[in-house]
Structure formats: structure tokens, C-alpha cells
């Protein structure tokens, strides 16, 4: 089982990371829900890995980094 949760949690670094270099060479911006949802997946896959390993300062960024994240995704719908 420790396994599945350890490649939730590379899964969720590939999505933050993936969303973040997408911003950087300008091919996503950041008012795109493509942006947010990566960000929304990468924060989920990290509280499910920070929730079994009881790492709780992780669990945290991450659950309020989806939080911003679903704003921002509420934000970039909401607006077209």
C-alpha cells in the first residue's frame, strides 16, 4: 500500500511541476483552467500522500494549495 501513496505523491509533484513549466514558457497562463486543474490534481494526489505518511505540514500546504487553486479555477470560468 506504501507504494501506491508514495507514487500518488511523485504523480502530484509531476503535476505542479508540469503546470508550472507550462506557465513559464508561456504555452499556459495563469487565468487557464488547464493551469488550475493540474494544480487541483497535484494538491489532492499530496494530501492523500501527506494523510497516510502523517506528514501534516504537507497535508496542509497542499489542501489550502487546492483550495487557491479551485478559486483561481472558479475564477477563470467564471469570467467568459
Known sequence: ????????????SYCFLFSYYMLIQGKWASNQPIYHWYNIIGSVLFVANGAYYSAWAVLFINFVWGVIACFGLYKSVSTK
Open 1 to 12: 500500500m506504501g507504494v501506491f501513496f508514495e507514487l500518488l505523491g511523485w504523480v502530484g
